[in-house]
């Protein structure tokens, strides 16, 4: 089982960039696809990037390829979400979320058992 806890969210102008970090506990991280999902105010939760357990692979939501990168470090058990150019329509609370890998045959953004509380960002314009 792994806990996650996100952090780095905040206020940022239109064009400016955040990164948001999620920490997790347990010592079986480095088994653990990750991924981040955002919900904005009156709108469903939609996936923004997802990453394997060796950080090999990446995944991003279409309209999101090119100003977000997902990475992590498996020595810190952390995942990290750089968010660039960010735009108003970024606004949203941010999740982050594990499954374990033995789970990979399904979809990149189906699976997550684990979340994290979330990270509050607002990008003014």
């Known amino acids: 089982q792994v806990h996650l806890v996100e952090s780095g969210g905040g206020l940022v102008q239109a064009g400016g960039s955040l990164r948001l970090s999620c920490a997790a506990s347990?010592?079986?991280?480095?088994?653990?696809?990750m991924a981040w999902f955002r919900q904005a105010p009156g709108k469903t939760r939609e996936p923004v990037a997802g990453i394997n357990w060796s950080g090999g692979t990446t995944y991003y939501a279409d309209s999101l390829k090119g100003r977000f990168t997902i990475s992590r470090d498996n020595a810190k058990n952390t995942v990290y979400l750089q968010m660039n150019s960010l735009k108003p329509e970024d606004t949203a609370v941010y999740y982050c979320?594990?499954?374990?890998?033995?789970?990979?045959?399904?979809?990149?953004?189906?699976?997550?058992?684990?979340w994290g509380q979330g990270t509050q960002v607002t990008v003014s314009s």
């Open positions: 347990g010592r079986t991280f480095s088994v653990y696809t």
């Open positions: 979320a594990g499954r374990r890998s033995d789970r990979d045959s399904l979809p990149p953004f189906l699976g997550y058992g684990y």
